[in-house]
């Protein structure tokens, strides 16, 4: 099992990033899928996460929810993170991954993408 991880980079306050998890080597179709971000010095937090069934239901992050949006391409087996109003406390590098049950914990996700750096200067 593989999630590779794109998009991320430097960008303004107030600026957009779309961040990609490609995943390969199984079919995800009864998986959550989920973000979560750690910055320097910080524990790894929840950022949202979307079930393949049920019509893709998203729960997010206080906050991030208005300002970034989870979406799927099942025929692609890719999640996005759309980062809208990004904001300096944004910075972090962001982690895709896949798990069986849908919450907030990153111990209940079995596989991890990489990971990828976003910036977002004042």
């Known amino acids: 099992v593989q999630l590779q991880v794109s998009g991320g980079g430097l960008v303004q306050a107030g600026g957009s990033l779309r961040l990609s998890c490609a995943a390969s080597?199984?079919?995800?179709?009864?998986?959550?899928m989920a973000w979560f971000r750690q910055a320097p010095g910080k524990e790894r937090e929840f950022v949202g996460f979307?079930?393949?069934?049920?019509?893709?239901?998203?729960t997010y992050a206080d906050s991030v929810k208005g300002r970034f949006t989870i979406s799927r391409d099942n025929a692609k087996n890719t999640v996005y993170l759309q980062m809208n109003s990004l904001r300096p406390e944004d910075t972090a590098v962001y982690y895709c991954?896949?798990?069986?049950?849908?919450?907030?914990?990153?111990?209940?996700?079995?596989?991890w993408g990489q990971g990828t750096q976003v910036t977002v200067s004042s």
């Open positions: 991954a896949v798990g069986s049950y849908g919450n907030r914990l990153s111990a209940s996700y079995s596989y």
């Open positions: 080597g199984r079919t995800f179709s009864n998986y959550v």
């Open positions: 979307i079930g393949w069934r049920s019509g893709g239901i998203t």
